[in-house]
């Protein structure tokens, strides 16, 4: 698994992006901007044999020798109907400030809408997105059974809440972060805001998801850099908190840091067939879409968590060994915590270096 992550860390590290990444206006104050840039690469690395990550309970396998001769007779007509969904959405997108307010909007929607009150629990069959009519700026609501949301390539005719007749096609299965493209009869795109996701754990309902997916509706390169910013800014604040409590991180520890928070999230079977800098596109727009909430419910089959993908045992490790940097106790507080998070993997990653 560390020779995956570190043949496509080098990938990202040696292959070049046209534009470098814009600085944020709203980073945090006092927070020091190191001049670097993160890049995607275009080549191909054969021969990589990864273990990917679940999505709010859904495994993925360990793919072997044999999955990239299978995967090659299917690569093609997957990735022209994708390329075909993205033509077809508009190509102006609301800037990232207006989806992130859409998307609050439409949470708030969710979580005020009357419920039949004899439920003691969501139904965990079903779940709901929110979908937004740019022409209108009108929200719908279009739910969906579960299983049809999760199998990847499925197609179905439903009527939103509004009464608007929709088609939904299901590109990518994966828990919450599905990605999804809606179209009325008149072939004009809905952009899916959020999902309602029941997580349930044998049965039983454990917590309700929001989250937003990387939806062809919603992508756009000022997206992107949102979201590479956010990266930046985190693991720059995160720096710079250790470094306040009497715990230095090492510039070049930062820079490997900031590329591995989009290293832990690569779909590896994408990675060896698909465009790269698509890929990774979609990982920073996800950063930007869901911002403090990003991979808050990714765990992977090793029990690794969160932005950072640490096991238990690794973060444990740095709590004791650094008592005066205020780790979170509890594990998965810890990895969903975005600040707390990375500083603990600066720690581990500086730990490891000396």
């Not at 992006?17 to 670097?36: D, F, K, T, V, W």
């Not at 009869?185 to 997916?213: C, K, W």
């Not at 409590?245 to 590329?259: C, L, M, T, Y």
């Not at 419910?297 to 205020?326: C, D, F, K, T």
Request: hydrophobic content about 40%; proline content about 5%.
């Amino acid at each position: 698994m560390k020779k995956v992550l570190a043949a496509i860390a080098l990938s990202i590290s040696l292959s070049g992006l046209n534009a470098a990444q814009a600085q944020s206006q709203s980073s945090p104050q006092g927070l020091e901007i190191r001049p670097r840039s993160v890049t995607a690469p275009s080549s191909q690395v054969p021969g990589l044999l990864p273990t990917k990550d679940i999505e709010a309970g859904q495994v993925r396998q360990k793919a072997g020798p044999a999955a990239q001769s299978n995967a090659e007779s299917g690569t093609q007509s997957r990735l022209a109907t994708e390329s075909a969904d993205r033509a077809l959405v508009s190509p102006r997108q609301p800037a990232p400030i207006v989806i992130r307010a859409r998307i609050a909007e439409a949470e708030r929607f969710f979580k005020t809408r009357p419920r039949q009150t004899a439920l003691k629990s969501p139904a965990l069959d079903a779940v709901t997105l929110a979908l937004l009519e740019q022409s209108t700026s009108r929200i719908h609501l279009l739910t969906l059974s579960k299983q049809t949301f999760l199998t990847k390539g499925a197609e179905v005719s439903l009527t939103t809440s509004l009464g608007t007749p929709v088609t939904l096609r299901v590109l990518r299965a994966n828990g919450v972060n599905t990605a999804v493209t809606v179209f009325d009869t008149a072939g004009r795109s809905l952009s899916p805001l959020s999902v309602e996701f029941p997580i349930e754990r044998a049965g039983i309902f454990r917590e309700m998801a929001y989250y937003t997916s990387a939806h062809p509706a919603l992508l756009s390169s000022e997206l992107t850099r949102t979201g590479q910013t956010y990266i930046r800014s985190m693991v720059d604040l995160a720096a710079k908190r250790l470094r306040e409590r009497g715990a230095f991180i090492a510039p070049n520890i930062v820079d490997v840091a900031e590329r591995l928070c989009l290293v832990e999230h690569v779909d590896h079977d994408r990675f060896r067939n698909e465009n790269r800098k698509t890929l990774f596109d979609e990982i920073y727009s996800l950063y930007a879409l869901n911002e403090l909430n990003t991979y808050r419910y990714s765990v992977s089959s090793a029990g690794a968590g969160g932005m950072v993908q640490m096991i238990p045992w690794a973060y444990n490790l740095e709590r004791q060994r650094h008592p005066g940097a205020g780790l979170i106790p509890d594990f998965v507080a810890g990895m969903r915590n975005h600040a707390n998070a990375l500083q603990a993997m600066l720690l581990y990653m500086q730990d490891t270096w000396n």
